[in-house]
């Protein structure tokens, strides 16, 4: 029903820069909350930022001041700004979406890969 795919990774110093882009296609949907998630190995994935329909946002403390989520309601894509990337930050980020009609299921992407060297 709905397809997600992630872009933008690649290798980066710390202290560099990233934009993360998602997009969101298929007919017959309404996307509620959005957000972005990474995997590092031997890790569980874990939760990076989230944006609700409305534009409201959050994300956790490892995160909180360098990311930025945004979103583009009718073109049904969601960006991550990463600045003052870290080497914790590499992993796998997915994009991640819920659909108003079933707030409960997720929908993912295949991710896309971000390393960054010390």
């Known amino acids: 029903q709905v397809q997600l795919v992630e872009s933008g990774g690649g290798l980066v110093q710390a202290g560099g820069s990233l934009r993360l882009s998602c997009a969101a296609s298929g007919g017959g949907f309404v996307i509620n909350d959005m957000g972005w998630y990474r995997q590092a190995p031997g890790n569980e994935r874990e939760w990076v930022a989230r944006i609700t329909r409305g534009g409201i946002t959050n994300y956790p403390n490892s995160v909180k001041g360098r990311f930025t989520i945004s979103r583009d309601n009718a073109k049904n894509t969601v960006d991550l700004q990463m600045n003052s990337l870290k080497p914790e930050d590499t992993g796998l980020y997915y994009c991640?979406?819920?659909?108003?009609?079933?707030?409960?299921?997720?929908?993912w992407g295949q991710g896309t890969q971000v390393t960054v060297s010390s």
């Open positions: 991640n979406a819920r659909l108003m009609r079933f707030p409960d299921r997720n929908y």
